[in-house]
């Protein structure tokens, strides 16, 4: 459009205007926050996927519930012992299968920065299937226990991450923020998200 107007201006038809330009190169304040988003939304985006698979688990523990069938299988001989030990371990297994998704994602996107934090991540169905199985105990229908699962899962694995990195920007939230980060390594969920949290910064 300048070109026009200008061609016009000069009364010159082959005139011809060019613009160049050279940006200023990305500072690294700005590298290192991007760095950081970046990090803030693969942990939301693992915390929501991550916190569906509990609840599927328990989804399915309290339809057997409902509908007796570990009273038939009880009464039929099988041993309470084998029984809960053979749902966690075909549990985890399941579990494993979707996180090695996740996992293999990681590899085939190539994100590097978080290679070390793959091993925690497939170490969480290991931790976190026997908690969902004992949790499984509080309820007796199933929308109550998977809302539950859904939201409990989300906070140690989105929320509470969030939450202490953003304090640790200050230097007066600081002592807060250690304190959460020690009570909360307790928890599988958490790990996982900072296993993310700190090898993405």
């Not at 300048?2 to 190169?25: D, G, M, V």
């Not at 140690?156 to 959460?180: C, K, N, Q, Y």
Request: proline share 3%; hydrophobic share 50%; charged share 15%.
């Amino acid at each position: 459009m300048y070109e026009s107007i200008l061609k016009t201006a000069t009364n010159q038809s082959n005139f011809q205007f060019r613009l160049t330009t050279r940006p200023f190169p990305i500072s690294q304040r700005y590298r290192d926050q991007e760095q950081k988003t970046s990090t803030i939304s693969l942990i939301f985006v693992v915390a929501v996927g991550f916190s569906m698979i509990p609840a599927n688990i328990v989804g399915a523990i309290l339809r057997e519930r409902e509908r007796n069938l570990k009273h038939l299988q009880l009464i039929s001989g099988l041993d309470v012992v084998a029984y809960h030990f053979v749902n966690i371990v075909v549990d985890i297994v399941k579990a494993e299968m979707v996180v090695g998704a996740c996992i293999s994602l990681f590899a085939i996107f190539r994100l590097t920065d978080y290679y070390w934090s793959l091993l925690v991540m497939a170490l969480w169905p290991v931790a976190v299937i026997p908690v969902t199985h004992a949790l499984a105990f509080m309820f007796t229908k199933e929308w109550s226990a998977q809302f539950f699962i859904i939201l409990i899962n989300f906070i140690i694995l989105g929320v509470i991450p969030i939450t202490i990195s953003s304090l640790m920007f200050s230097r007066a939230t600081l002592d807060i923020a250690e304190t959460i980060n020690y009570y909360s390594l307790l928890l599988p969920g958490y790990s996982v998200s900072r296993a993310l949290l700190f090898s993405g910064y």
